[in-house]
């Protein structure tokens, strides 16, 4: 569904190579977590991906075809970016945000109809926050407001869906819920979900594949073969253990941080 080949990004007036011949897929159904250490391109890789960032070479096929091809609404069609909820200052109720979202689908300057209002009603309701409707972005929480971002990416039914580190700033409970959302969204096999994350016990949870990116290059591959002690060690400098809990024929693993590794 999404396969990027080979990809070499570095800012302008910067030594650093961001990513050298960065390559790897997604599948539909599939869930793609994105780690590695602060500052090492994760938000630029998703910068590139959204077109905001011109790479220098490689491709980013979306279907097979190069997004370069595709026009902005072609693309916006297939895409939905669901960003951090933190820092927002939107005046817009929980049911106009997700409108919004529908904007690839409908005609530039038309008010939205009773049937897109309609039809987020049902998204918001789907999702269960339906209360959310008429309360004021500004007014909600960093979780409700989070949710009601991922209503907004979802009303289009895109193909693909961006998450840039959705459950950061999230009490215990609502990252839960965020992780519930994408695990069932990974169920329903209808999306190619890609997510940012700081946390490496939520790739455990949610992702099939891991992309692990480092300063000296990137593994990517099955989770449970990226997300383990070496490579915690080398890729963000930590000594660490994985703990594994069973309930209800699911296995649940963690990673417990224990020190900071000495060169
Ligand atoms: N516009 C820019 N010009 C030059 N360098 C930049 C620019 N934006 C980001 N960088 C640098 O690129 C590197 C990657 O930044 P990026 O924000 O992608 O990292 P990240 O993995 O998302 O970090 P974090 O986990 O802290 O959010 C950093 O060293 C950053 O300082």
């Avoid at 869930?31 to 491709?59: D, Q, R, W």
């Avoid at 895409?79 to 529908?102: C, D, H, I, N, R």
């Avoid at 096999?189 to 891991?210: D, L, V």
């Avoid at 692990?212 to 990517?220: C, M, P, S, T, V």
Wanted: glycine letters at 6%; charged letters at 25%; proline letters at 3%.
């Amino acid at each position: 569904m999404i396969r990027v080949e080979n990809l070499n990004f570095q800012y302008p007036n910067s030594e650093r190579q961001i990513f050298k011949d960065l390559s790897f897929n997604v599948k539909k159904g599939e869930t793609l977590a994105i780690l590695g250490a602060n500052g090492i391109g994760k938000t630029t890789f998703v910068k590139c991906l959204l077109g905001f960032l011109e790479y220098k070479s490689g491709n980013i096929l979306i279907n097979d075809k190069s997004v370069k091809q595709m026009s902005a609404s072609e693309y916006w069609k297939l895409v939905a970016y669901v960003p951090q909820s933190k820092k927002s200052a939107f005046g817009f109720t929980g049911l106009e945000m997700t409108v919004m979202g529908l904007s690839p689908h409908v005609r530039m300057g038309r008010l939205p109809k009773k049937e897109d209002y309609e039809r987020a009603y049902e998204q918001l309701r789907k999702l269960g926050i339906e209360h959310l409707s008429e309360q004021n972005c500004n007014k909600m929480s960093g979780g409700e407001l989070q949710m009601v971002l991922i209503a907004r990416a979802l009303i289009k039914n895109p193909k693909i869906l961006i998450m840039d580190e959705p459950e950061s700033h999230l009490d215990l409970r609502n990252q839960l819920k965020i992780l519930n959302i994408v695990e069932e969204l990974n169920q329903q096999g209808e999306y190619s979900i890609i997510i940012n994350t700081h946390f490496p016990h939520h790739a455990f949870r949610i992702a099939n594949s891991t992309l692990l990116l480092g300063k000296e290059g990137y593994i990517f591959d099955e989770t449970e073969k990226v997300v383990n002690t070496d490579n915690l060690r080398n890729y963000f400098g930590i000594n660490s253990e994985i703990l594994s809990y069973e309930q209800a024929e699911k296995s649940y693993s963690t990673i417990l941080p224990i020190d900071l590794h000495k060169y």
